[in-house]
């Protein structure tokens, strides 16, 4: 059994995202994980002030809010699913906060197999674009693989990849882990 961790940065519910992040997680739990989801748009999430009290405190960060659990969530996760809609040719704010605010550990971010959920209102180019961020805070970690990358394009309204062939694909990789 794999402690699966899905941050889903969607503020909508029913957003395309959100979508395929839900069913990965079915799939997962259908599989016999351990599998914790946080909406960060339902947390509150104050954003990094850079003033390195983490770095002289073991880790502990002077904002008082819900990172401090999402961040045990993190540490115990093997298996992490990042899933974001892509907002002006990048991840959104959400997600960017989740990232700046797991700095207090960046130095111990372990081994993770990790997957990608991406949904955007244009094609595969403007995804691409967007990785940078997600990239660029993989390469952190101890250890990583990215095992699994699920791409929504062209899908500008909520809801609008329900009963694509990409909800089920959600599912197997979610149960495939």
């Known amino acids: 059994m794999k402690n699966v961790l899905i941050i889903s940065s969607s503020p909508r519910k ?3 995202s959100q979508l395929i992040a839900d069913r990965f997680y079915w799939g997962a739990k259908a599989k016999g994980h ?9 947390n509150n999430i104050g954003f990094c002030r850079a003033c390195d009290f983490c770095m002289r405190n073991k880790g502990k960060c002077v904002l008082n809010d819900d990172m401090k659990d999402i961040l045990e969530l993190f540490k115990k996760a093997n298996v992490l699913v990042l899933a974001t ?3 002006f040719y990048g991840i959104n704010a959400q997600m960017k906060t989740f990232i700046d605010r797991t700095y207090p550990i960046w130095q111990y971010l372990g081994e993770k197999e990790v997957y990608y959920i991406v949904s955007a209102g244009l094609g595969k180019d403007i995804i691409d674009r967007s990785l940078g961020d997600l990239d660029g805070f993989v390469e952190h970690f101890d250890k990583y693989e990215i095992k699994g990358r699920l791409y929504a394009t062209n899908v500008m309204e909520a809801g609008a990849i329900s009963g694509s062939p990409l909800v089920d694909e959600a599912y197997k990789m979610g149960f495939e882990v």
């Open 34 to 42: 351990n599998v914790n989801m946080v909406r960060l748009a339902e």
């Open 85 to 87: 809609p892509v907002y």
């Open 14 to 16: 029913k957003g395309n």
